[in-house]
Each structure stands twice: as C-alpha cells, then as structure tokens.
C-alpha cells in the first residue's frame, strides 16, 4: 500500500516529523464508527485518535478534528468559526472538497483549503493520530504539530 497522499505530502511540506501506522480498513463499517474502529485496529487511546469531520458554519465550509470517543458540540464548532450555525457536510460534498473519501478525510492537504480546528483538550497529549489521506492509514504526529501542518487552530470543539 502506498504512503504517498496529499496529505503526508503536505505534512512533509510543512517539515513536521511523523509516523504512519496503516490497518485493514473495515469495509462494514458505519460512518460514525470509522475513527473508532481505526483506534482499535491500531491499539491506540481512542481520545488521541482523532476524526475529521467536514461542517459547514454558516453555509462556509470548515473541518474540525476531535477525539474518536467524543461528539461534536455544534454550537462550539460555530463559535470556534466566528459563526451562528453549523451543520454536518454532506459526505459527497465532503469528498469533493477535500479530495479525499469518507474514511479517509485528513485536515491536511486538502484539495480546497478551508478553515482548520482542533480540539484544544488533545494539546496535552505528546502524539496523536489523524487520517493520513486514504482509508487504513493513520499518521501519528504532535499536536502542536498537527495545528501547524492544518493552519488549525485549537478551540473547544467537543459537547459535555
């Protein structure tokens, strides 16, 4: 399986160090479940193995990455975007912006850059793992990291 996407080459753009972890991809999977299931294939913490999600935030696209274990909050995701609403985007939406498919949506090296949180409660973490680009591939990285690579922010994204 190839390691070269648009994402570990953004990553090896932005000159940050990483790791690739890369596992069978469950093809009965259920969307909600992905970052879950790649947690466990993996045999990592699933509050450092963290999903992508596509929203939009007042009709404007945005991607905000959380822990596998947690819910996105709509109302702090809008407020993370200096917005009023937010939603989920569509999947096929989703893949056409990003360039990516569903299961394997990274917040780097997006076909269209858009704006990029991530949950400030993961910076306390020294690694974490985020879809490399394609389904079954992990990259494991520093947050810190991480927010460089995006252009992301860290921001309370995550319901109580």
């Known amino acids: 399986m190839s390691t070269q996407t648009p994402s570990t080459q953004a990553l090896k753009r932005a000159g940050v160090d990483f790791d690739i972890r890369e596992y069978d991809y469950p093809h009965d999977?259920?969307?909600e479940r992905i970052a879950l299931q790649a947690a466990e294939a993996i045999g990592a913490d699933p509050a450092r193995v963290l999903k992508t999600l596509m929203v939009e935030v007042d009709g404007k696209p945005a991607c905000a990455v959380i822990p596998s274990d947690r819910t996105l909050s709509?109302?702090?995701?809008a407020t993370a975007f200096g917005g009023k609403a937010a939603q989920?985007?569509?999947a096929a939406k989703a893949e056409r912006l990003t360039g990516f498919h569903t299961g394997g949506i990274s917040p780097f090296g997006q076909r269209k850059r858009v704006p990029v949180a991530i949950e400030v409660a993961v910076m306390?973490?020294?690694t974490v793992v985020i879809n490399g680009g394609k389904r079954g591939m992990m990259v494991i990285l520093a947050p810190?990291?991480?927010l460089t690579a995006a252009g992301a922010t860290a921001q309370p994204l995550i319901a109580d």
Do not use: L, N
Request: aromatic letters at 6%; zero cysteines; glycine letters at 6%.
């Open 29 to 31: 999977h259920g969307h």
């Open 74 to 77: 709509m109302k702090r995701v």
């Open 144 to 146: 810190t990291d991480a």
């Open 88 to 90: 989920m985007m569509d």
């Open 124 to 126: 306390e973490f020294p």
